[in-house]
């Protein structure tokens, strides 16, 4: 087992909650290092990350990063969020992916995440930095073994002291207290030691030497027939610079061939023909582009709306170009003026346009469709509010879909993927309704399912358990049936007034 030591290194973490620092006085105190929080899953920004990070290593502090790692947000999103987050900054500092016992990550899932989280940002930055994955000794489920080939941060408020358990004897930074002082930060701060062997990792990173492009080598085959053709006449100019390149090569074949055939000057070429114009090409529609899942977020909350009316009533909806507010229908149940809260202008008044008068099937009974569309009444907003456009792209399984909604909370960001693609087998049947795992909640009904393109793909109607794969076991899990806006049914109804 390893004791803390004076060998020791002395640092801190800082969070987002921090106040001012004097990095002069903290560094007088001791400290070496400090790592800074930068990110929270996808919807967190430190306002002082950068200031905090340069100031720190100005006074010679050396800085990482950590990151409080979110189970129900992918790591590619977390990873373009974090990257954003530190633009300015060097990315190849230590991080911390904190993995929180709160959050009941097993091992499977913990080691999992960190795999993709650091393979994500190595496809994205070509940079790896020295990785911890971090886990609360006094909640986590987690034991040094099972974290696997990652090294380990400990954290415990007044808990057993992990070098005293053989289970956490490995570790490379220890917080032991978060109500330490140190000279420069007013109130509490969590304090750490560093292992003195990743103390010397930080500071002394391998280096690893560029390889130097050696020039391609032309197999001597190839410079002979070269020469050879040369010589004969056959090649009207000298090839040696680009033999290495895939057209002289066939063509050095095929003149060869008609020298040891004993044709010793170049056959006549026939005249070619002169080719007809080609028709006037018609531009094709260019599909739209994928975003970053950061930036469909930021797209999402602006154009999504709470909707209220009367004293009870409340949903929410989504803004489309000439400010019509896509909605479910059972939200206002046909109501004529709804009032829609938007996170950047307001609350405005939106009026009813429609909704739709349902699907009459085979059997001619008629079956719900849930969705309604009303306009902002104002006519200089119309065109000016932010919005998404509807999806042309269609529905799959397992496709990642993000949602902004404000059933307990305003702007809550949620993130799932499409478990069934068509209800189909319901009764009665509703193949322009899908299921997905974004946990839909009273209030989140009318709020859209965002595809990765930034376009809304359909309109949650209702809560719904689903089966999602979670550490290679199926699960049901809390999720939300919604209409399908790209099925005919719903489609062909909206055109008319879109």
Same mark, same amino acid.
């Given at each position: 087992?390893?004791?803390?030591?004076?060998?020791?290194?002395?640092?801190?973490?800082?969070?987002?909650?921090?106040?001012?620092?004097?990095?002069k006085k903290v560094a007088a105190d001791g400290v070496k290092f400090a790592f800074i929080k930068a990110t929270q899953g996808t919807s967190f920004v430190s306002p002082t990350l950068v200031k905090n990070a340069k100031a720190a290593a100005a006074n010679g502090i050396k800085?990482?990063?950590?990151?409080?790692?979110?189970?129900?947000?992918?790591?590619?999103?977390?990873?373009?969020?974090?990257?954003?987050?530190?633009?300015?900054?060097?990315?190849?500092?230590?991080?911390?992916?904190?993995?929180?016992?709160?959050?009941?990550?097993?091992?499977?899932?913990?080691?999992?995440?960190?795999?993709?989280?650091?393979?994500?940002?190595?496809?994205?930055?070509?940079?790896?930095?020295?990785?911890?994955?971090?886990?609360?000794?006094?909640?986590?489920?987690?034991?040094?073994?099972?974290?696997?080939?990652?090294?380990?941060?400990?954290?415990?408020?007044?808990?057993?002291?992990?070098?005293?358990?053989?289970?956490?004897?490995?570790?490379?930074?220890?917080?032991?207290?978060?109500?330490?002082?140190?000279?420069?930060?007013?109130?509490?701060?969590?304090?750490?030691?560093?292992?003195?062997?990743?103390?010397?990792?930080?500071?002394?990173?391998?280096?690893?030497?560029?390889?130097?492009?050696?020039?391609?080598?032309?197999?001597?085959?190839?410079?002979?027939?070269?020469?050879?053709?040369?010589?004969?006449?056959?090649?009207?100019?000298?090839?040696?610079?680009?033999?290495?390149?895939?057209?002289?090569?066939?063509?050095?074949?095929?003149?060869?061939?008609?020298?040891?055939?004993?044709?010793?000057?170049?056959?006549?070429?026939?005249?070619?023909?002169?080719?007809?114009?080609?028709?006037?090409?018609?531009?094709?529609?260019?599909?739209?582009?994928?975003?970053?899942?950061?930036?469909?977020?930021?797209?999402?909350?602006?154009?999504?709306?709470?909707?209220?009316?009367?004293?009870?009533?409340?949903?929410?909806?989504?803004?489309?170009?000439?400010?019509?507010?896509?909605?479910?229908?059972?939200?206002?149940?046909?109501?004529?003026?709804?009032?829609?809260?938007?996170?950047?202008?307001? #609350?405005?008044?939106?009026? %009813?346009?429609? @909704?739709?008068? $349902?699907?009459?099937?085979?059997?001619? *009974?008629?079956?719900? !469709? /849930?969705?309604?569309?009303?306009?902002?009444?104002?006519?200089?907003?119309?065109?000016?509010?932010?919005?998404?456009?509807?999806?042309?792209?269609?529905? #799959?399984?397992?496709?990642? %879909?993000?949602? @902004?909604?404000? $059933?307990?909370?305003?702007?809550?960001? *949620?993130?799932?993927? !499409? /478990?069934?693609?068509?209800?189909?087998?319901s009764i009665p049947p509703t193949p322009w309704e899908f299921d997905s795992s974004i946990d839909g909640n009273p209030g989140d009904s009318g709020g859209a399912a965002i595809n990765q393109y930034g376009e809304v793909i359909g309109v949650i109607v209702q809560e719904t358990?689903?089966?999602?794969?979670?550490?290679?076991?199926?699960?049901?899990?809390?999720?939300?049936?919604?209409?399908?806006?790209?099925?005919?049914?719903?489609?062909?109804?909206?055109?008319?007034?879109?």
């Amino acid at each position: 087992m390893q004791a803390r030591s004076p060998a020791n290194i002395k640092g801190i973490d800082v969070s987002h909650h921090q106040g001012a620092i004097d990095w002069k006085k903290v560094a007088a105190d001791g400290v070496k290092f400090a790592f800074i929080k930068a990110t929270q899953g996808t919807s967190f920004v430190s306002p002082t990350l950068v200031k905090n990070a340069k100031a720190a290593a100005a006074n010679g502090i050396k800085v990482g990063y950590y990151h409080f790692a979110e189970p129900d947000q992918s790591p590619t999103a977390q990873v373009d969020h974090f990257l954003k987050t530190i633009q300015g900054l060097p990315i190849d500092l230590p991080l911390i992916l904190d993995i929180e016992g709160d959050n009941d990550w097993t091992p499977a899932t913990a080691n999992a995440f960190s795999a993709s989280f650091m393979a994500y940002l190595q496809q994205k930055t070509g940079k790896v930095p020295m990785l911890y994955t971090g886990a609360y000794f006094a909640k986590s489920k987690l034991t040094n073994k099972e974290l696997g080939k990652y090294h380990l941060w400990v954290a415990h408020y007044g808990t057993d002291d992990p070098m005293d358990n053989p289970t956490w004897s490995r570790w490379a930074v220890f917080q032991y207290t978060s109500s330490g002082k140190v000279a420069g930060i007013a109130g509490n701060v969590d304090m750490n030691v560093m292992e003195m062997s990743f103390w010397t990792e930080w500071t002394n990173p391998q280096k690893v030497e560029k390889p130097v492009d050696k020039p391609v080598e032309i197999p001597a085959w190839k410079k002979q027939d070269h020469d050879e053709l040369l010589k004969a006449g056959l090649l009207t100019s000298d090839h040696t610079a680009s033999l290495d390149e895939a057209v002289p090569q066939w063509m050095l074949f095929a003149l060869l061939n008609r020298l040891r055939k004993g044709e010793t000057v170049p056959q006549e070429q026939q005249p070619t023909p002169v080719p007809k114009p080609d028709p006037e090409p018609v531009p094709t529609p260019q599909p739209p582009s994928l975003l970053e899942w950061v930036e469909v977020e930021r797209r999402t909350a602006l154009a999504s709306v709470q909707i209220t009316f009367g004293t009870a009533g409340r949903g929410s909806g989504t803004l489309l170009p000439g400010g019509y507010v896509l909605t479910a229908k059972h939200v206002g149940n046909g109501i004529d003026t709804i009032k829609v809260r938007t996170k950047a202008n307001g #609350t405005i008044t939106a009026s %009813l346009v429609g @909704v739709h008068p $349902g699907y009459k099937g085979e059997d001619g *009974k008629l079956v719900n !469709v /849930d969705v309604a569309l009303y306009r902002v009444t104002d006519t200089k907003l119309q065109n000016a509010l932010p919005s998404l456009p509807l999806s042309a792209q269609g529905v #799959t399984s397992g496709q990642e %879909l993000l949602a @902004v909604v404000h $059933g307990d909370t305003f702007g809550k960001v *949620k993130r799932g993927a !499409v /478990d069934r693609p068509s209800i189909s087998t319901s009764i009665p049947p509703t193949p322009w309704e899908f299921d997905s795992s974004i946990d839909g909640n009273p209030g989140d009904s009318g709020g859209a399912a965002i595809n990765q393109y930034g376009e809304v793909i359909g309109v949650i109607v209702q809560e719904t358990p689903v089966t999602v794969k979670i550490s290679g076991n199926w699960t049901r899990v809390n999720g939300s049936e919604a209409v399908n806006v790209t099925h005919s049914v719903v489609a062909n109804w909206l055109k008319q007034f879109l």
